[in-house]
Structure formats: structure tokens, C-alpha cells
């Protein structure tokens, strides 16, 4: 290979920047040239290339976001789309992709490598953490870090008011940022996809909690639970347990922004660095990740094909027994 193209899809999350500079660097100190797509796959479609060198990527390791742009990009999921985007990309002189994301971006480049055969690599690159094949993805661990943040001041004015907090985080179909912000955060209960929590259920906890002479508490719920959000939650709870007056705070987009954490910042350097060398080890159609702290990759389809439960049952225990 000569050029390798790199992009990000889907929804952005901290640590992109540092993963997109370190195979920026990767593939120039392997002699290999580096075009930036801009936009994710909308980018090969409507023709926006930017050449790399080092200095394109100079000062961007601490920046959330992404610099080259991000979009869910429905043309590309056509055949006509995909055969314009390689039209495109083979005259930019692109033999090879690298695209950081999650499991939409996997799906594009599994379909994209198998109709034209263009080496590919996925680099995992969400907050919500649900992808099979990386112990953690790029983004979780700032987004949790962002999270604990907002409920460490949401537990100052609740216990200084006396109330009952519902707090709900995103992750979509994952309980990944719930739980471990829930622990992290000293939440008295977690409301996940994974688990279910019957709404009589959490009453009953939160009247032990009452009887146990708490007199305020936290409640965070994953936005993938199945009580339909935090306000039904809220509302649900209140119309048979009074005890507290309730407040919700859905934290929404904040969750994706801010300066990756030390952890992402590393992981996304390990990860672009790994996908660039499998690449220059004429590998292709593989997804690179950290697993029990070591990097390593498996085939894209494993991926795409495998649901990714990374709920550990001692912390689900833990984030009970911590919680009386
Ligand atoms: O996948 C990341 C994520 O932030 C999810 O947690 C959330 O459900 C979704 O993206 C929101 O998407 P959008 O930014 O398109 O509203």
C-alpha cells in the first residue's frame, strides 16, 4: 500500500483526535503518504479529501471532537453510494482505510472491503462502549469521567435539598456508562438495559434507603432502559413513593465532548498505531482493541456479528452493596 485514508463516523467521542494523529504519524514514519476524509463516508461520497502531513495533526491530542469531521451518512448504505465513494477514493490514490467508530462505521467497511477489495481496519471509537472485541472503546472512560463530574455536583444541592435525583446518561443500548459512573459516582441505584429494573423493584430500594435514614439519593438511569427515560422513571416513582421531592437531569450531548482523559489518550495512540501496522503487515478486515490490557484484533465480521456484554456481575453486586 501507498495512502492510507482515515476517518471518523458516526457519533464523535473524546480520544478520536489523539487516534487519528497516531496513525497520521504511524503511517509517515512508515513511509506511507495519509489523505484525511472528511466527514465519515458523506466524505468519500462527496469528494472531501485533505492530505496529511505531521503538522496537520500537530496539538490536537488533548482535543474532543473530531478534526475531520463526523456524520451518519445513509447514501453510503446503497449500492450506487458505495460504488461512487470508491470511484472517488481510488482517484485520490487511497488503497487502504482506516475508519475509527462504532458498529455503523464496522458495517461500512466490512460491506465497502468485501464488494471492491480495499484493505480496512476499525478502530472502536464510541462513549457507549457496546463494541465486541475491545475490553474498552475510545471515549468511554472520558465520558464516565465527564459524568461523575455532573454527579458529584448534583449530590451537593441533593443533599443539601433533601431530594431524590434521577440522572440519565447516554450509551444507548449499553448500561456501560451507567454502571460504572453509578459506582464511580456512589449512586444508590442503576437503571440498565442489560439488567431491567421492575419500577416496584426501585421503590423498594429507595425505602430501604428512606429507612436506612438516607436522606438523599441519586438514581441514574442508562437512556437504554426499558422504563422509557428518567422523566417516566421520575414520574412512576413519585405517584406511589413520596418520601422525597424528585428532580431529573438528563445530561444528553455534554457526555460527548471535553479533552480525552490520560486513558483515552493512550488507548487511541495504542490502537491507531496497531492499525496502521497490520495494514503495513498486509493485513486487512480486522478490528484492533485492548483486551486484559494487551492489543490485539480479531476479524470484522466477529465484531459486527457478536453483542458486546461488558457488564461485570461482581460490579453489578458491588453497585448494590455499596449502595445500603
Ligand atoms: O453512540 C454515541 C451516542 O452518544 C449514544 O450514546 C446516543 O444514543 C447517540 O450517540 C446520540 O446520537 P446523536 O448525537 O446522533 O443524537
Known amino acids: 500500500i501507498n495512502r492510507i485514508g482515515v476517518f471518523t463516523s458516526g457519533g464523535d467521542a473524546p480520544g478520536m483526535n489523539a487516534c487519528i494523529r497516531a496513525v497520521v504519524r ?3 514514519y512508515n513511509d506511507l503518504k495519509v489523505t484525511g476524509i472528511l466527514q465519515g463516508y458523506q466524505g468519500m461520497i462527496s469528494n472531501q479529501f485533505i492530505d496529511m502531513n505531521s503538522r496537520s495533526v500537530s496539538n490536537i491530542i488533548q482535543l474532543g471532537g473530531t478534526i475531520l469531521k463526523t456524520a451518519r451518512c445513509a447514501d453510503f448504505r446503497t449500492p450506487e453510494g458505495r460504488k461512487l465513494a470508491y470511484e472517488n477514493i481510488k482517484a485520490e490514490g487511497i488503497d487502504a482505510l482506516v475508519g475509527i467508530g462504532g458498529d455503523g462505521t464496522f458495517t461500512g467497511i466490512e460491506v465497502f472491503s468485501r464488494e471492491f ?6 478502530i472502536p471509537g464510541t462513549i457507549d ?22 454527579i ?16 440519565e446518561v447516554m450509551g444507548r443500548d449499553s448500561g456501560c456508562i451507567a454502571l460504572n459512573s453509578g459506582i464511580a459516582g456512589g449512586a444508590e441505584a442503576i437503571l440498565m438495559p442489560e439488567t431491567g429494573t421492575a419500577i416496584d423493584d426501585l421503590i423498594g430500594q429507595l425505602e430501604k434507603a428512606a ?46 465532548g471535553g479533552a480525552p482523559s ?8 495504542r490502537l491507531g498505531f ?10 486487512s478486515r480486522r478490528v484492533v482493541g485492548l483486551r486484559g490490557n494487551k492489543i490485539s484484533d480479531i476479524n470484522i ?24
Open 26 to 28: 504511524t503511517a509517515l
Open 301 to 324: 465480521e466477529e465484531s459486527i456479528n457478536n453483542k458486546a456484554f461488558k457488564l461485570a456481575d461482581d460490579m453489578i453486586e458491588l453497585s448494590n452493596v455499596l449502595a445500603i
Open 117 to 122: 477489495d480495499i484493505p480496512v481496519i476499525g
Open 152 to 167: 458529584d455536583k448534583i449530590r451537593d444541592t441533593a443533599a443539601s435539598h433533601d431530594r431524590l435525583f434521577f440522572v
Open 211 to 256: 429507612d436506612g435514614k438516607k436522606t438523599s439519593t441519586i438514581v441514574i438511569i442508562a437512556e437504554g432502559e426499558m422504563n422509557g427515560g428518567a422523566y417516566n422513571v421520575a414520574k412512576r416513582v413519585k405517584s406511589k413513593f413520596d418520601f422525597y421531592d424528585t428532580k431529573v437531569t438528563i445530561l444528553g450531548h455534554l457526555q460527548r
Open 129 to 150: 462502549n457496546d463494541l465486541y472485541g475491545s475490553d474498552f472503546t475510545l471515549g468511554f472512560d472520558t465520558a464516565c469521567n465527564t459524568v461523575i463530574e455532573a
Open 274 to 283: 496497531a492499525a496502521v501496522n497490520l495494514l503495513l503487515a498486509g493485513k
Open 262 to 269: 490520560s486513558f483515552d489518550r493512550v488507548l487511541a495512540s
